[in-house]
């Protein structure tokens, strides 16, 4: 039994809120997390709870009142009998880190993840939102995933059409769904080099490791990924943070054409029929670049990012998202979302 009680989890999670969890049990294997839901149906099923990757995307409350679930099963499994000369197969463990796993299939031979490289956090939270970065989603590669009901402990597989991808989205933040624990994931990879390089900013980044765009190989990629991230985002171990903090918001043709005509620098692609705002680019025109209130602030180098210099609590980080996205309403009728996943004491999600 590997219960604890009044687990600091402010090393858990990397915007540094110093959180504290009544019981967290850290998970090391699927027989791990069996007894951790036996234990916890049999305490108070009414138990707040919570399943924790690398809290690269949480904001977590002060103190949280339930049982923290931190997944750390590893395990990397090639599917010989499902995989041939063109695709491979594998089983992922949830706790597996991300980047660690992107590095690992790329050295493998193993291709189709080197545009996520560097995203920080654990495979088993991948899904939840469908993790995405210059021109890759999740959802590419997945194949399906493995799960448990918590409420029920039903184990069974959903396929990648059952999570309903979208994005920055999926199955798992719907409300009203049951209760899930991804154990696993099955992703599908190729064996041949087929690399996506049409994210202008990518491209750049290749011409400045001396390589064409053209000739790259995923290699390259992973490498020139890896570079633009290091310039572009604070590393969380050095300035707590969660990435992006807002989602970019979606807007129709009409709403669009209107704010381009206002200002004709605006940042936005195509998304379907409507178009996809750059919320960094909104926020930075704000003038809220740098922007500093007690502990947290807006990065000075990326708007989308917000900033915990010294033990800020979860309440200044969501008070300064309120003024930003207050302040984006005002100036151009845009909602902004916040991307990470808010957990109350209650164990819910806020619906910021
Ligand atoms: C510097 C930085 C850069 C980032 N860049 C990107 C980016 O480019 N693209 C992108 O999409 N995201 C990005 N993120 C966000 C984040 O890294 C991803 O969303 C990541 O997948 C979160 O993984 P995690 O293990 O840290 O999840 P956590 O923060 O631990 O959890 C996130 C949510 O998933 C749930 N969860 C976690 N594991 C499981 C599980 N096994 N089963 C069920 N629910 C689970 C949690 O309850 C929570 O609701 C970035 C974050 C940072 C700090």
């Known amino acids: 039994m590997a219960l604890i009680e009044h687990q600091d989890l402010s090393n858990f999670n990397t915007l540094a809120i110093q959180a504290e969890a009544r019981f967290y049990w850290a998970i090391q294997s699927f027989e791990d997390l069996q007894a951790a839901l036996d234990w916890y149906r049999s305490e108070n099923a009414n138990m707040p709870l919570l399943v924790l990757g690398g809290g690269s995307n949480v904001i977590l409350s002060d103190h949280f009142p339930g049982l923290v679930l931190h997944m750390q099963n590893q395990g990397i499994t090639l599917l010989e009998e499902l995989s041939d ?10 706790g597996e880190n991300w980047h660690e796993l992107v590095c690992h299939c790329c050295e493998q031979g193993w291709y189709g993840l080197e545009n996520l490289a560097l ?134 043709e009409a709403h669009y054409q209107q704010l381009k005509a206002e200002y004709a620098d605006l940042v936005a692609y195509p998304h379907g029929d409507d178009y996809k ?5 909104l926020i930075d025109q704000a003038g809220w670049k740098g922007h ?9 180098r990326q708007a989308l990012v917000l900033v915990n210099y010294n033990k800020g609590s979860a309440k200044e980080v969501l008070m300064l998202a309120k003024k930003i996205q207050d302040d984006i309403w005002q100036r151009y009728h845009v909602a902004l979302e916040i991307e990470p996943r808010h957990i109350l004491a209650s164990g819910e999600l806020a619906q910021d």
């Open 119 to 252: 995203i920080p956090g654990a495979a088993g939270a991948a899904p939840i939102q469908n993790i995405g970065a210059y021109g890759v989603e999740l959802c590419d590669v997945m194949d399906s995933l493995e799960c448990l009901e918590i409420d029920s402990g039903k184990h069974y597989r959903l396929s990648a059409e059952q999570c309903q991808f979208a994005y920055r989205d999926s199955i798992f933040k719907q409300a009203g769904e049951p209760r899930r624990i991804i154990s696993r994931i099955r992703l599908r990879l190729r064996r041949g080099a087929q690399v996506n390089t049409r994210y202008p900013g990518l491209q750049q980044s290749l011409q400045d490791l001396g390589v064409h765009p053209e000739q790259a190989n995923p290699k390259d990629i992973l490498q020139a990924v890896c570079n633009l991230r290091r310039v572009k985002l604070p590393d969380p171990a050095e300035l707590p943070n969660v990435g992006s903090f807002f989602k970019n918001p979606i807007v129709s």
């Open 85 to 94: 000369s063109e695709t491979v197969y594998l089983d992922v463990d949830a």
């Open 277 to 281: 705002l750059a919320a960094g680019w």
């Open 292 to 300: 500093r209130e007690e502990q947290v602030a807006v990065h000075e």
